[in-house]
């Protein structure tokens, strides 16, 4: 499978960007958990939102929880993240990744594919 965010650009603190991530391959994307990371300059990369195989569970980081939310369209093998109230502190490049397993995923643990990311920039 390979991932391709795109998306991401330049946006004044308060405002919102619709991240999203295409998949292809020979893999079925369905079958996959999907999640976003992101790494602001001299930082770790951290996890920001997960979404399982069904779409029906999800889990956000504390920092995003409440101004973001994470989907998928399995039909057309792509996985979304709305970011809401951006905040400069939001800054960073977001990558989208896929795993098996949900909590290992959401653990940044044993991600079989990482898409190339998509920089976010919130000016405050």
């Known amino acids: 499978v390979q991932l391709q965010a795109f998306g991401g650009g330049l946006v004044q603190a308060g405002g919102s960007l619709r991240l999203s991530c295409a998949a292809s391959?020979?893999?079925?994307?369905?079958?996959?958990?999907m999640g976003w990371f992101r790494q602001a300059p001299g930082k770790e990369r951290e996890f920001v939102a997960a979404i399982i195989s069904s779409g029906g569970t999800t889990r956000y980081a504390d920092s995003v929880k409440g101004r973001s939310t994470i989907s998928r369209d399995d039909a057309k093998n792509t996985v979304s993240l709305q970011l809401d109230s951006l905040k400069p502190e939001d800054t960073a490049t977001y990558y989208c990744a896929g795993g098996w397993f949900f909590d290992d995923l959401v653990a940044g643990k044993d991600i079989n594919y990482w898409g190339k990311g998509t920089q976010v920039t919130v000016s405050s």
């Open positions: 391959g020979r893999r079925t994307f369905v079958n996959y958990v």
